[in-house]
């Protein structure tokens, strides 16, 4: 989905992430300003408020150094096109979707003159997004999209970078639960667990090729740098 400078939907374009020097400039120069297209905030407010949590780890905060304007369809769904519009209207930076495919297809339609001054793109957690990850791999080189992902497998296929949980870890730790299983234990008595093992993976091959400059702090951070 294009914003008006970058989009966000189940994928998200953040413009100018790559080029430090001017994404610091420009930030210190203006506020930023987010268009939050949603539903009611209260059947979710977690994923909200951990969505801000995001932006303040990164030094964004709400009514310092960005403003976000929210557009909320109440349940409405059909009101989602005249909301984008509104958000549109506004030259908002960034448009989030964030109630699913609904809220996306309006943003896009709202957006849909704006698509060619995209910026960059993180590619959220989807299933039909891993299996096809070589073809958004492929798509985000042949329209030179720095692009940032959740999982190393797709830095593996080509990808410039990736954050997220090390999904090798998760399938060493099920085998532990089958080993209970095997002993007598009960799924139903054993605790769920959550990742925590979580991994920051660069491919500097695929920076040189779209001619990136990596900062020197965010590749310190790295666990793995791909040659």
């Known amino acids: 989905m294009i914003a008006p400078r970058l989009a966000f939907s189940i994928t998200l374009l953040l413009g100018g992430l790559f080029n430090p020097v001017a994404a610091e400039a420009e930030q210190a120069a203006k506020i930023a300003r987010i268009g939050w ?106 329209n030179r999209l720095p692009a940032v992902y959740g999982l190393r497998e797709y830095v593996d296929a080509g990808g410039l970078m990736a954050y997220g949980p090390n999904i090798a870890d998760l399938y060493r730790r099920a085998a532990t639960y089958v080993d209970k299983i095997l002993k007598g234990a009960k799924p139903v008595d054993l605790p769920v667990e959550q990742p925590t093992k979580f991994e920051l993976v660069i491919n500097m091959k695929t920076a040189k090729a779209l001619g990136l400059t990596i900062p020197q702090s965010l590749l310190l951070r790295a666990d793995e740098i791909i040659q």
């Open 37 to 142: 297209l949603g539903d009611n905030p209260a059947i979710s407010p977690h994923l909200r408020e951990a969505f801000l949590q995001g932006l303040r780890d990164l030094g964004y905060v709400e009514g310092r150094n960005v403003v976000i304007e929210y557009r909320l369809a109440e349940g409405e769904s059909e009101r989602f096109p005249a909301l984008a519009a509104e958000l549109v209207a506004l030259k908002v930076d960034v448009i989030v979707a964030a109630t699913g495919a609904l809220a996306a297809l309006a943003a896009k339609q709202a957006t849909r003159t704006l698509r060619a001054r995209a910026g960059a793109l993180t590619v959220l957690g989807s299933a039909m997004f891993f299996v096809e990850r070589r073809r958004l791999v492929d798509l985000a080189a042949k």
